[in-house]
């Protein structure tokens, strides 16, 4: 188990871009996949992107694809999420999340670890 805390949101006009960054405690974070998740207002929690343990593979949602990139830096336990050309459906609570495995998941029941949340809003 590692615990983590989302930081870098904020308010940013349509068109902007943010990085979030999630650190991470626990010696057992580079062995496992990580993810970012995001809850809009009136809508569940949805996967917006993942990294495999060390980075040699990532998956997007098709919302995200091309605007987003997910990294990690595994010797500062820190995974981060940034955000291009961010539209106002953007807007959401973005959750960092660690996985139970090294791999790449959509699937929220393969994350058993979630930040509190790091609130994110884009401006038309």
């Known amino acids: 188990q590692v615990q983590l805390a989302e930081s870098g949101g904020g308010l940013v006009q349509a068109g902007g871009s943010l990085r979030l960054s999630c650190a991470a405690s626990g010696r057992t974070f580079s062995n496992i996949a990580m993810g970012w998740f995001r809850q809009a207002p009136g809508k569940e929690r949805e996967f917006v992107a993942g990294i495999s343990r060390t980075g040699g593979s990532t998956y997007y949602s098709e919302s995200v694809r091309g605007r987003f990139t997910i990294s990690r830096d595994n010797a500062e336990k820190t995974v981060y999420l940034q955000m291009n050309s961010l539209k106002p459906e953007d807007t959401a609570v973005y959750y960092c999340?660690?996985?139970?495995?090294?791999?790449?998941?959509?699937?929220?029941?393969?994350?058993?670890?979630w930040g509190q949340g790091a609130q994110v809003t884009v401006s038309s």
């Open positions: 999340a660690a996985g139970k495995t090294a791999w790449v998941t959509s699937r929220a029941y393969d994350y058993d670890a």
